[in-house]
């Protein structure tokens, strides 16, 4: 045991790795999706992950169907994310703001329903979701490894449908764990949402969400439908009913959810992750205020004010015309210079003369005016083009 301990260190992951060299010799552990241990990749447990930056090459995050890594971290730098939950605040929410381009937003489970969203994340068996969003190749879908082969349900027609999740269009797929430590949750190999009931239990898909969000490189969420509060009146914002036993499990639950943003909070600042809630009646209070108004501008502030109105004309000649009238102000500039220079050449030969009648002297004058005026006209026209990319009129 001393000889695999010394080979398996890695950091202060000794038990870790131990706990899972033993679940790998035993049995699947208990508590343990079947399907999530057939898809296990890196001799990891479902359970458990590993922080990652210590190693040559990270593990990846994302996968196809097949279990091809797929890595898209990033693409979204720069880009805030309005994260949509349950709650039934988001009722009376205004969206046609959400629906402006350059607001990207991601709902979680059947928040779909009341909001289209850009992406969309669930854990939770597929048949509990709407048909139209498995299938709707416009939204981007995140859902875990072990789904790829159960199938969608027909929330329309009410029955089974044939349809596997994997053969649904634009699903990315990911490995999650039930664990929870906090100072690993941004940098760790599978995607976290909460702790299996063996770690004492309170999971939520939100977690996962945040940290596929942190993966793509958004910065900025802000949080809306996140009440962290059910009653037998106030379930959701989209049809659903709840179990007297469902909303006191889900009560519980809320409570743990804070516990453990509390504890992130200090590693979210620590990467410049902004989490912001715009329901200033949540239970959920480790977050600053703001309005969804002023996080739509915010999100916005780099988009055009007027895009039906944006301007497409000149873009594919831009560049050719920049350049003629930038060869244009250089000739004018060159031909005034020759004019100047022979104009006062000749001044300089005639020194002491009476030139006031001198044809020649009007003559060169005249041409050298003539020239300042040209050379000052096209200096503007190439100052016009290279700010509206429009040439002056004559």
């Not at 760790?188 to 993966?215: P, Q």
């Not at 949080?223 to 959701?236: I, P, R, W």
């Not at 992750?273 to 200033?280: A, D, G, L, S, T």
Request: proline content about 5%.
């Amino acid at each position: 045991m001393e000889l695999i301990q010394k080979h398996f260190v890695h950091g202060d992951n000794t038990e870790l790795v131990l706990g899972q060299l033993n679940t790998k010799i035993k049995k699947e552990p208990k508590g343990m999706d079947k399907n999530d241990h057939r898809h296990l990749r890196h001799n990891r447990s479902r359970h458990e992950a590993f922080p990652i930056g210590q190693y040559i090459q990270t593990p990846p995050l994302l996968f196809t169907r097949d279990c091809h890594p797929l890595w898209v971290g990033d693409i979204l730098r720069g880009s805030p994310v309005f994260l949509i939950a349950g709650g039934p605040s988001f009722a009376s929410v205004d969206k046609t703001p959400l629906r402006k381009p350059g607001v990207m937003t991601m709902t979680i489970n059947n928040s779909i329903k009341s909001f289209r969203s850009n992406m969309w994340i669930l854990v939770d068996d597929p048949t509990h979701f709407l048909k139209s969003a498995w299938l709707d190749p416009t939204i981007m879908k995140f859902a875990p490894l072990d789904h790829t082969e159960k199938f969608i349900f027909d929330s329309e027609k009410w029955e089974e449908m044939d349809i596997h999740v994997g053969d649904c269009p634009n699903v990315l797929f990911y490995r999650r764990n039930e664990h929870f430590r906090a100072k690993q949750f941004l940098h760790e190999s599978t995607v976290n949402w909460g702790c299996h009931k063996d770690h004492g239990g309170g999971r939520s898909v939100m977690f996962a969400a945040i940290r596929i969000l942190f993966y793509l490189g958004v910065r900025d969420i802000f949080l809306l439908g996140v009440d962290l509060k059910m009653d037998e009146k106030n379930k959701y914002h989209f049809d659903q009913e709840r179990s007297k036993g469902s909303i006191n499990g889900n009560t519980k639950t809320y409570g743990l959810i804070q516990e453990r943003f509390e504890q992130l909070k200090p590693y979210f600042a620590k990467h410049n992750m902004n989490i912001y809630n715009c329901n200033p009646k949540s239970e959920l209070k480790t977050f600053p205020f703001i309005d969804v108004e002023e996080a739509v501008r915010y999100s916005t502030s780099r988009m055009p004010e007027d895009i039906e109105n944006e301007r497409s004309e000149g873009l594919y000649d831009r560049q050719a015309l920049l350049k003629d009238s930038k060869k244009q102000e250089d000739k004018a500039i060159e031909t005034y210079k020759k004019a100047q220079d022979a104009l006062v050449k000749y001044e300089k030969e005639n020194i002491g003369k009476d030139l006031s009648d001198d044809d020649k002297l009007k003559k060169l004058q005249e041409d050298t005016t003539k020239k300042s005026q040209i050379m000052d006209q096209k200096k503007r026209n190439y100052a016009h083009v290279k700010r509206f990319g429009q040439v002056l009129p004559e």
